[in-house]
């Protein structure tokens, strides 16, 4: 049975069925128009060409909501234009083209651990942890007592993500980032020898 939705459910990261294919609210606002009813502005990505689009909703339009199958998979390496996965049910190579992930092929590194989301047994999508940990390859160098500019620097990860992180970072560091947001969250202290 089909799950319905109304826009005032939508939330990132939710699937629905619209125009005849499947689309990944990446982000959405809720608007109060002044006489008018309210609308519901959405960026959208087509899980299967990969475009985004921008389009607004009346509010309590109706969607069917796209409910998947999950298989938990590990990241072992990139292949071209393909990122291949390890299904850890039954160890199968799975090949994920870089249009399904998007911007969340930036967090992936060796070994780490996913949700692959399936429908109709094919892989239209990917749920990363929320906090990945990510080696520092390059930033400029911290000097002592410098907090007058805000104390932040631009950091290159070994996944080719840039983040600002703090002065105090140094390029072998690891540090945690948030998945959601892309933003530095601390040093990855598991990680220090």
Avoid at 10 to 28: A, S, V
Avoid at 46 to 61: D, H, K, P, Q, Y
Avoid at 117 to 144: F, H, I, M, W
């Amino acid at each position: 049975m089909a799950q319905i939705v109304d826009t005032s459910s939508f939330r990132q990261g939710m699937m629905i069925k619209w125009e005849d294919g499947i689309w990944e609210i990446i982000d959405c606002q809720h608007h109060k128009m002044g006489r008018g009813g309210a609308i519901v502005r959405t960026k959208l990505r087509n899980i299967s060409s990969g475009a985004i689009i921008e389009t607004s909703f009346r509010s309590g339009e109706r969607f069917e909501r796209v409910i998947f199958d999950e298989r938990k998979a590990q990241y072992i390496y990139r292949e071209g234009d393909n990122y291949v996965f390890m299904d850890l049910e039954n160890y199968d190579q799975i090949y994920i083209h870089d249009s399904v992930l998007g911007e969340k092929a930036a967090y992936l590194s060796d070994n780490l651990e996913v949700v692959l989301k399936l429908y109709e047994g094919r892989v239209v999508g990917v749920d990363l942890p929320n906090t990945v940990s990510l080696k520092v390859v390059d930033t400029p160098p911290g000097y002592k007592g410098d907090t007058v500019s805000g104390g932040d620097k631009p950091a290159t990860l070994e996944t080719g993500l840039t983040i600002t992180v703090p002065m105090f970072i140094e390029v072998g560091d690891s540090v945690l980032v948030d998945t959601r947001t892309g933003e530095y969250l601390e040093r990855d202290k598991s990680k220090e020898e």
